[in-house]
């Protein structure tokens, strides 16, 4: 090796052995150093008081190097696996004091007062050295505001949503009512808890427990064991009379529009519509899928989280994050809401496409109420969001698209079994369409989470104040069922005429026939 050779490997290990063992993104192991070895103080007195969330302040530090050489000043903040390493904020000369700012960003931690550790770490020729400081952070102010921001927003959207709600149901119940008596005697109070299955294959028997006040009673259950989760987790995010009320008012404003949307589907067709019966029992379904998928999706999230994280540190735990959002949870929630709706194409209602529509938008949008609430109260909760206007921003934008699209992805799967239903060679193997109908259910969910994670790192690199792709994708999907709804539609139009022609044959044939009428010749005689 030449001179140069050497000279060049001299270079690399003096590089190698200058960057240390502190460096900007590393984690230093508690205990890897003294506290208190290294000479530092915290230029504030007292607590720091918060108006907003997140918000700036500036920490000052004082440190002496009393070493014999130069040390290069870090500061890191202490999480579970020690000590991360935020920044470098200088080098101190040997011999030297110097004081070293470092402006933080400070988010609401969900209680009025807390307590962040932070320290300062020096690596020198000698060794590691560090300092530890306790950051006394005061919310009061903050959420003082916040809750009488949401205390306003509560007066207003709670009792209007609640009240467009029950109209909603007023309305859709007296259109019910007139089905009903159009129906005769098959879709009556008492057939609802008591349906006559005499003569019923065991697939419409199954269907109709499905449709049972009493299967009713248990989802709602499921249902309350997840709101109560949503309440505990919003009291563990914010302080107890701010989450009770984002909780109220996120209950209040979840059920509103993916209600709505079911009703306005089920009232399309207005010459022949389906028993209201079956869009909200499957409406409740979607509770129920909610519940499912919840327990199935931790257990998931736990097993991989912890697998990934062992393999590949924590970088593997963030590729799983985004590989369960975009495949595990797709699959999960599709197959949970759709189950429902392959249970509801036993009954002889469900007979074409549209109805298969209906029925797996219906399970889409309960499901999507309930995760709705979730977000509104803890997820995306205002101090997440960032503020109230953000907050009321992110609610509408859920209702409108997410609603819609979980409605449409578990259509894809109603869809396909009705339209098998409604052909003469498959009407009787109508469950066969479930499968292509849920991989098609899946593959939009999974392009639609795509697309979200899309959305939110073009806003992280744009600051653009809207989202692009999600809104896209499902504006595009509403347009392509709409194509289905009405060629669906017609399709039933025709049946439906056909039908009433050959009744009103039927009809004819059976009616009495009088006197023959005496020829023109027996006349003449």
Same mark, same amino acid.
């Given at each position: 090796?030449?001179?140069?050779?050497?000279?060049?490997?001299?270079?690399?290990?003096?590089?190698?052995?200058?960057?240390?063992?502190?460096?900007?993104?590393?984690?230093?192991?508690?205990?890897?150093?003294?506290?208190?070895?290294?000479?530092?103080?915290?230029?504030?007195?007292?607590?720091?008081?918060?108006?907003?969330?997140?918000?700036?302040?500036?920490?000052?530090?004082?440190?002496?190097?009393?070493?014999?050489?130069?040390?290069?000043?870090?500061?890191?903040?202490?999480?579970?696996?020690?000590?991360?390493?935020?920044?470098?904020?200088?080098?101190?000369?040997?011999?030297?004091?110097?004081?070293?700012?470092?402006?933080?960003?400070?988010?609401?931690?969900?209680?009025?007062?807390?307590?962040?550790?932070?320290?300062?770490?020096?690596?020198?020729?000698?060794?590691?050295?560090?300092?530890?400081?306790?950051?006394?952070?005061?919310?009061?102010?903050?959420?003082?505001?916040?809750?009488?921001?949401?205390?306003?927003?509560?007066?207003?959207?709670?009792?209007?949503?609640?009240?467009?709600?029950?109209?909603?149901?007023?309305?859709?119940?007296?259109?019910?009512?007139?089905?009903?008596?159009?129906?005769?005697?098959?879709?009556?109070?008492?057939?609802?808890?008591?349906?006559?299955?005499?003569?019923?294959?065991?697939?419409?028997?199954?269907?109709?427990?499905?449709?049972?006040?009493?299967?009713?009673?248990?989802?709602?259950?499921?249902?309350?064991?997840?709101?109560?989760?949503?309440?505990?987790?919003?009291?563990?995010?914010?302080?107890?009379?701010?989450?009770?009320?984002?909780?109220?008012?996120?209950?209040?404003?979840?059920?509103?529009?993916?209600?709505?949307?079911?009703?306005?589907?089920?009232?399309?067709?207005?010459?022949?519509?389906?028993?209201?019966?079956?869009? @909200?029992?499957?409406?409740?379904?979607?509770?129920?899928?909610?519940?499912?998928?919840?327990?199935?999706?931790?257990?998931?999230?736990?097993?991989?989280?912890?697998?990934?994280?062992?393999?590949?540190?924590?970088?593997?735990?963030?590729?799983?994050?985004?590989?369960?959002?975009?495949?595990?949870?797709?699959?999960?929630?599709?197959?949970?809401?759709?189950?429902?709706?392959?249970?509801?194409?036993?009954?002889?209602?469900?007979?074409?496409?549209?109805?298969?529509?209906?029925?797996?938008?219906?399970?889409?949008?309960?499901?999507?109420?309930?995760?709705?609430?979730?977000?509104?109260?803890?997820?995306?909760?205002? @101090?997440?969001?960032?503020?109230?206007?953000?907050?009321?921003?992110?609610?509408?934008?859920?209702?409108?698209?997410?609603?819609?699209?979980?409605?449409?992805?578990?259509?894809?799967?109603?869809?396909?079994?009705?339209?098998?239903?409604?052909?003469?060679?498959?009407?009787?193997?109508?469950?066969?369409?479930?499968?292509?109908?849920?991989?098609?259910?899946?593959?939009?969910?999974?392009?639609?989470?795509?697309?979200?994670?899309?959305?939110?790192?073009?806003?992280?690199?744009?600051?653009?104040?809207?989202?692009?792709?999600?809104?896209?994708?499902?504006?595009?999907?509403?347009?392509?069922?709409?194509?289905?709804?009405?060629?669906?539609?017609?399709?039933?139009?025709?049946?439906?005429?056909?039908?009433?022609?050959?009744?009103? @044959?039927?009809?004819?044939?059976?009616?009495?026939?009088?006197?023959?009428?005496?020829?023109?010749?027996?006349?003449?005689?």
């Amino acid at each position: 090796m030449g001179r140069a050779g050497v000279l060049l490997v001299l270079a690399l290990a003096l590089q190698a052995a200058w960057a240390g063992t502190v460096y900007e993104g590393a984690t230093i192991p508690d205990g890897a150093f003294a506290d208190g070895s290294l000479q530092g103080e915290l230029l504030v007195s007292g607590p720091l008081s918060f108006t907003a969330s997140p918000e700036d302040m500036s920490l000052p530090f004082f440190v002496d190097n009393g070493g014999r050489s130069p040390a290069a000043v870090f500061l890191a903040v202490h999480g579970d696996g020690g000590w991360n390493v935020v920044k470098q904020l200088g080098v101190v000369p040997s011999g030297s004091s110097m004081q070293l700012n470092y402006t933080a960003s400070f988010e609401y931690p969900g209680a009025p007062n807390d307590t962040s550790r932070v320290a300062l770490i020096a690596e020198s020729s000698a060794g590691i050295s560090g300092r530890e400081f306790a950051v006394h952070e005061d919310w009061t102010q903050y959420e003082a505001r916040l809750l009488e921001k949401v205390s306003d927003i509560g007066v207003i959207l709670v009792p209007a949503t609640l009240t467009l709600f029950l109209l909603v149901a007023v309305f859709a119940l007296r259109e019910a009512a007139k089905g009903g008596v159009e129906r005769g005697t098959e879709y009556t109070v008492r057939t609802l808890f008591l349906p006559d299955v005499r003569g019923r294959p065991a697939s419409e028997i199954i269907a109709d427990m499905l449709i049972n006040p009493l299967f009713w009673v248990f989802e709602i259950a499921c249902g309350v064991v997840l709101v109560g989760l949503i309440l505990y987790s919003s009291l563990a995010a914010l302080g107890p009379k701010l989450a009770v009320q984002v909780f109220i008012i996120g209950g209040a404003a979840c059920w509103l529009l993916p209600f709505a949307y079911t009703v306005g589907l089920w009232l399309m067709p207005a010459w022949k519509r389906e028993p209201f019966r079956f869009p @909200a029992s499957l409406f409740m379904w979607g509770i129920l899928a909610a519940f499912l998928s919840f327990w199935v999706n931790s257990l998931a999230d736990f097993a991989g989280r912890s697998i990934a994280g062992a393999v590949l540190d924590p970088l593997g735990v963030t590729f799983f994050s985004i590989a369960s959002a975009i495949v595990i949870a797709p699959f999960v929630e599709e197959f949970a809401k759709g189950f429902g709706v392959l249970i509801a194409s036993g009954h002889h209602e469900l007979n074409d496409a549209f109805d298969g529509i209906l029925y797996g938008f219906a399970a889409g949008a309960g499901f999507a109420a309930i995760e709705n609430w979730f977000y509104f109260a803890v997820e995306n909760n205002p @101090a997440a969001a960032g503020g109230t206007e953000s907050w009321l921003f992110l609610m509408v934008y859920r209702s409108v698209f997410n609603t819609i699209g979980h409605g449409w992805f578990t259509a894809c799967t109603g869809g396909a079994i009705g339209y098998l239903k409604s052909t003469r060679m498959f009407r009787g193997a109508s469950y066969l369409g479930f499968l292509p109908g849920l991989g098609l259910a899946i593959a939009a969910h999974a392009l639609f989470n795509l697309l979200a994670v899309a959305d939110g790192v073009l806003r992280l690199s744009t600051s653009l104040p809207v989202f692009v792709f999600n809104p896209a994708s499902v504006i595009i999907l509403t347009g392509a069922f709409f194509a289905v709804i009405l060629a669906s539609l017609r399709a039933r139009k025709r049946r439906h005429s056909a039908e009433r022609r050959a009744q009103a @044959a039927a009809l004819e044939k059976k009616k009495p026939k009088g006197p023959a009428r005496p020829s023109a010749r027996a006349i003449r005689k």
